[in-house]
């Protein structure tokens, strides 16, 4: 009896412990954009890896369009859900700010990304300065065009912050350094739609006959601007440009109908999420001069931490970066 009584005792302990351990495991919910499209693919699979490197629960929640309801409805479950951290990536800062200060009133901590001093976020962070980022593409831009011509510029929407940012670092740099360059139009908010971002090219080549570039930030405008540039089969007269996921371009960038850009790595950024939620778990708040994996050496302006790890595409980098896995 007495064995049997030890060894019923030790099972007991073992669950016991079992228990405590899964209650005391860190859950991160990430909430993207958009679900199923090789960007956020990445950055599932960044969260996925360093979720089980670190011991952590964490998991991406992808909306199945750029809706900014949709984001809230998904972060309303994860509050629902108590997970101790909440990842965005916003569609419209202003839309998801009285749920994120909902989610922090629960004791949630929420962590953004391409959103700088969003409202409602204990931390941001950025792989790429926005007017580092904007004038890369705008010197970019103008340098195919060879100084000369309009152009268009695509956004994800007009209500996400860091693309707009983006934007305006573009277009400032484009008129004080090229004055023969003409926007049409403002900025268009579609490059988070392949298929919007193809009929709206293709709209504007027809009304615009002197039209020689788009400049495209949001994974997919890239995309549909290249195949409107293949459809009409100006490759080489018409330039496009802008980040986008190498995998889903790499045809376009070979083509010719697709010029080139910049990226940070999105499974990175999925590391970075997971990371930082552990890190401040852990009671480790970051500060300048920390070494964090994924950011490295950290200089944070307020609850934002801003990094320059700019990733060149293009017909030389781009199966490199398709090995990747990106």
């Not at 990445?42 to 992808?62: D, H, R, T, W, Y």
């Not at 693309?163 to 004080?176: E, L, Q, R």
């Not at 570039?213 to 994974?219: L, R």
């Not at 910049?262 to 970051?286: R, S």
């Amino acid at each position: 009896m007495k064995k049997i009584f030890a060894a019923a005792l030790g099972v007991s302990l073992a669950l016991l412990a079992s228990t405590a351990s899964f209650a005391a495991e860190t859950k991160i919910g990430v909430v993207v954009k958009i679900g199923g499209i090789p960007w956020f693919n990445a950055m599932e699979a960044g969260i996925k890896e360093q979720s089980a490197k670190l011991g952590v629960n964490g998991f991406m929640v992808g909306p199945t369009s750029a809706d900014p309801a949709l984001q809230v409805r998904a972060i309303e479950d994860l509050i629902a859900q108590k997970v101790d951290f909440i990842g965005v990536v916003p569609n419209d800062s202003k839309v998801l700010e009285p749920v994120l200060k909902k989610a922090q009133a629960a004791g949630i901590k929420v962590i953004t990304h391409e959103s700088p001093n969003q409202a409602g976020a204990d931390w941001d962070f950025e792989l790429a300065s926005a007017k580092g980022f904007g004038e890369a593409h705008g010197k970019l831009l103008a340098e195919k065009m060879g100084g000369k011509g309009s152009y268009a510029v695509f956004v994800g929407s007009l209500t996400v912050p860091l693309h707009n940012a983006w934007a305006d670092a573009a277009i400032a740099y484009i008129k004080a350094n090229y004055p023969d360059m003409k926007l049409v139009g403002d900025r268009y908010g579609v490059a988070e739609d392949l298929d919007k971002s193809r009929s709206t090219a293709l709209d504007l080549m027809s009304a615009n006959p002197d039209l020689a570039g788009f400049m495209a930030f949001g994974s997919q405008g890239p995309i549909g601007a290249g195949r409107a540039v293949e459809e009409r089969r100006k490759d080489g007269k018409v330039f496009v440009v802008g980040p986008f996921s190498p995998g889903q371009g790499a045809k376009l960038i070979k083509s010719g109908a697709l010029t080139g850009g910049f990226m940070w790595n999105p499974k990175q950024a999925g590391e970075v999420f997971v990371t930082l939620a552990d890190q401040i778990a852990k009671g480790q708040t970051p500060k300048a001069g920390d070494t964090i994996d994924g950011l490295g050496t950290i200089n944070p302006e307020g609850n934002t931490i801003v990094v320059d790890q700019l990733l060149k595409i293009d017909k030389e980098s781009i199966d490199k970066l398709v090995s990747m896995g990106l």
